[in-house]
T-cell receptor, first 112, second 113 residues
Framework: AAGVIQSPRHLIKEKRETATLKCYPI?????VYWYQQGPGQDPQFLIS???????DKGSIPDRFSAQQFSDYHSELNMSSLELGDSALYFC???????????FGPGTRLTVT | KQEVTQIPAALSVPEGENLVLNCSFT??????LQWFRQDPGKGLTSLLL?????REQTSGRLNASLDKSSGRSTLYIAASQPGDSATYLC????????????FGKGTKLTVNP
């Protein structure tokens, strides 16, 4: 069965650079969520989209922005990167709001 | 504010043992609860989802129960195997009508051959 696809899987950036993370949801899933998991931490919700509109927002820094496109894939744009942004970034998708969330393998971002 | 607690933080058992992982949450107005498995440095694999109207859900050697009124869920693993070694996380929605998940810190399980 198709799963959530995230790219790239690994990314190394320097401080103050910009990064773009991509997420391709499971086919027919219209809801996408982004989570950040720091080292030794539990995942923290960043933002979600339903039918290409932002549906909820968590502790996402103003330096980050995200959107969901017409094909339902989503991109998380991160600017002015800081060392503390180093983390695993997960994307999840669901068939609709309030349905089971399926997580992708994550993108490991390292900021040096 | 929803808070999720998992006990124990770590557990080491010999192969073949049955075990129980515990999860408690402060806001009982949830519509479902999910149990996930995470291998080191890897993604989250959804194991079981229990709807608020259900009391338990089973998948193979896994059985999850939900007592919404007391804010508790348990994950029962039967006949544990070394391949079960991973961190197990439970997650619930932030508020009754929210879709964003709040995770517990997880229980790190080690099953020794």
């Amino acid at each position: 069965a198709a799963g959530v696809i995230q790219s790239p899987r690994h990314l190394i950036k320097e401080k103050r650079e910009t990064a773009t993370l991509k997420c391709y949801p499971i086919p027919r899933h219209d809801t996408v969520y982004w989570y950040q998991q720091g080292p030794g931490q539990d995942p923290q919700f960043l933002i979600s989209f339903y039918e290409k509109m932002q549906s909820d927002k968590g502790s996402i820094p103003d330096r980050f922005s995200a959107q969901q496109f017409s094909d339902y894939h989503s991109e998380l744009n991160m600017s002015s990167l800081e060392l503390g942004d180093s983390a695993l970034y997960f994307c999840a998708s669901s068939l609709n709001l309030f349905y089971e969330q399926y997580f992708g393998p994550g993108t490991r971002l390292t900021v040096t | 504010k929803q808070e999720v607690t998992q006990i124990p933080a770590a557990l080491s058992v010999p192969e073949g043992e049955n075990l129980v992982l515990n999860c408690s949450f402060t806001d009982s107005a949830i519509y479902n609860l999910q149990w996930f498995r995470q291998d080191p440095g890897k993604g989250l694999t959804s194991l079981l989802l229990i709807q608020s109207s259900q009391r338990e859900q089973t998948s193979g050697r896994l059985n999850a129960s939900l007592d919404k009124s007391s804010g508790r869920s348990t994950l029962y693993i039967a006949a544990s195997q070394p391949g079960d070694s991973a961190t197990y996380l439970c997650a619930v929605p932030l508020q009754g009508g929210s879709e964003k998940l709040v995770f517990g810190k997880g229980t790190k399980l080690t099953v020794n051959p």
